[in-house]
């Protein structure tokens, strides 16, 4: 199990675990996070599972794909360190991962 810690806007801390091969969208849906509405059940369909990947995660995170980039058109207040959590896949490397949300998903 890997430990994402999800900071709504507000600075409230949700730290959970997180089976690898879920997304760190399901992970947030499964444990009660709120602020992730996933719309779409994690078909990289919507943007409403935005979220900003702590900067020191970026890498292991990997890189938003063309798909995902042009779902990201979608959301508000995009970043350079935006990422839709629904294509971040858990895995035991990204144990102590930390997203941020946005004030909305709308």
Not at 39 to 48: E, V
Not at 73 to 99: H, K, M, T, W, Y
Request: proline letters at 4%; hydrophobic letters at 35%.
């Amino acid at each position: 199990m890997a430990k994402i810690t999800y900071i709504e806007h507000d600075g409230r801390e949700h730290a959970v675990e997180v089976k690898p091969g879920l997304s760190v969208m399901e992970g947030a849906i499964r444990n009660n996070v709120p602020g992730i509405d996933a719309d779409c059940g994690g078909a990289c369909a919507c943007a409403t599972c935005h979220v900003y990947v702590d900067e020191a995660w970026r890498e292991k995170t990997g890189k938003a794909s063309a798909m995902e980039e042009s779902m990201l058109d979608f959301a508000e207040e995009v970043e350079p360190n935006s990422r839709l959590s629904c294509q971040i896949r858990v895995s035991d490397a990204l144990d102590g991962l930390i997203v941020r949300l946005p004030q909305s998903q709308h």
